[in-house]
């Protein structure tokens, strides 16, 4: 599994991860994404990079 990567297209800004071919496996909406880490309390801390698959302590 790859890291996240952001892209800024300049109207919407997403999290996307590649799969082996280099194509959008899976897409998220940063503010979705954001306020769903707020949502819930850290139980797991994730690396750089793997955000979705853990949590952050704020």
Do not use: C, W
Not at 16 to 39: M, P, T
């Amino acid at each position: 599994m790859s890291k996240r990567e952001f892209i800024d297209t300049g109207t919407d800004k997403r999290y996307v991860r590649r799969d082996d071919n280099g194509q959008f496996k899976e897409s998220v909406d940063v503010g979705k994404s954001l306020s769903a880490d707020k949502r819930h309390a850290a139980k797991h801390e994730a690396k750089p990079g793997e955000g979705d698959k853990g949590d952050h302590k704020s």
